[in-house]
């Protein structure tokens, strides 16, 4: 793929003329800004504002991911999915981010850390960014959850994560990509 990007921007870019807040709560911030589109029209884009996140994929030596079941409200269902946790502040180092999230859902720490790159979870409405790393060299520790945190963590194959996310058995977008990275870059 060969883009030239500042002629994109020229070309395509919205400019904002107005922003209003919404709802400003503790996870999200929701503004209305109303923008001047490439044919000097007006329109308006409802936009999350989020501080961003970061996912791990903790592998075994025997390459089995260390997994976790969670409830999910919106959904009224369990899923299953990959340690994340938001930052702390936009400032935040995302590996330490990273670090603290698997110790505290899972108890882990890994001697060796990999950045798998990062993806805008739903780019059409959110500025939200997710950094996902994969964990070797895992070592178990005790678990921190925050006090209204509850979550089953378990072991699965790395084959057998490939096979649920292509088969349509794992939902969530940062757990489905850091799944095929990973195995992408394991060779598997």
């Given amino acids: 793929?060969?883009?030239?990007?500042?002629?994109?921007?020229?070309?395509?870019?919205?400019?904002q003329v107005e922003t209003e807040d919404i709802f400003d709560g503790v996870i999200l911030n929701v503004k209305r800004d109303t923008v001047r589109l490439?044919?000097?029209?007006?329109?308006?884009?409802?936009?999350?504002r989020h501080v961003g996140a970061v996912c791990v994929i903790p592998v075994t030596d025997k390459e089995e991911v260390i997994v976790e079941r969670q409830y999910r409200y919106p959904f009224d269902t369990v899923i299953t999915e990959?340690?994340?946790?938001?930052?702390?502040?936009?400032?935040?180092d995302r590996l330490s981010a990273a670090k603290r999230e698997l110790?505290?859902?899972?108890?882990?720490?890994?001697?060796?850390?990999?950045d798998l790159g990062g993806f805008y979870p739903a780019a059409a409405y959110s500025d939200e960014y997710i950094t996902m790393f994969m964990a070797r060299g895992l070592h178990q520790g005790k678990q921190?959850?925050?006090?209204?945190?509850?979550?089953?963590?378990?072991?699965?194959?790395?084959?057998?994560?490939v096979e649920d996310v292509?088969?349509?058995r794992i939902p969530d977008a940062k757990t489905q990509?850091?799944?095929?990275?990973?195995?992408?870059?394991?060779?598997?």
């Avoid at 990959?82 to 935040?92: F, H, M, N, R």
């Avoid at 110790?103 to 990999?114: I, K, N, Q, S, V």
């Avoid at 921190?144 to 994560?161: G, H, M, S």
């Avoid at 990509?177 to 598997?188: Q, V």
């Fill in 82 to 92: 990959i340690p994340a946790g938001k930052l702390d502040s936009k400032q935040e």
């Fill in 177 to 188: 990509t850091a799944i095929l990275k990973a195995a992408r870059l394991l060779g598997k």
């Fill in 38 to 48: 490439p044919n000097g029209h007006q329109s308006f884009r409802e936009v999350i």
């Fill in 166 to 168: 292509m088969a349509g």
């Fill in 103 to 114: 110790r505290e859902e899972t108890g882990l720490t890994a001697d060796e850390w990999t």
């Fill in 144 to 161: 921190e959850l925050d006090p209204d945190e509850f979550l089953d963590v378990e072991k699965v194959p790395l084959a057998e994560l």
């Fill in 1 to 15: 793929m060969d883009f030239n990007l500042e002629k994109e921007m020229q070309e395509l870019r919205e400019v």
